[in-house]
């Protein structure tokens, strides 16, 4: 199984149930698609290093998984469409 590693950034706005909602949502889609979360780290609001979509902070979540599927480019393109994301980035970590 390959690992790979997904921070992605919430807007800071949403309510704790909202946000608690979308990592829950990523999580199961996941695990829906054959994954298996390894680490899931709330790291909470932080300031952003430079203005998007006009928000200065953000709501980050560090998810790492174990995959053998395209997971990865599911899970992004779910993350794309979805409004509650201001940014992503999935890397693949270990060999």
Known sequence: MRQYETMYVLKPDLEPEQTAEVVAKYQSLVTEHGGQIDELQEIGKRRLAYEIDH?????????????DTNLTQEL??????????????????GE
């Open 55 to 67: 928000q200065r902070e953000g709501y980050y979540v560090l998810m790492q998984y174990s995959t």
């Open 76 to 93: 992004e393109r779910v993350m794309r469409i979805d409004d509650a994301i201001l940014r992503y980035l999935t890397v693949r970590i």
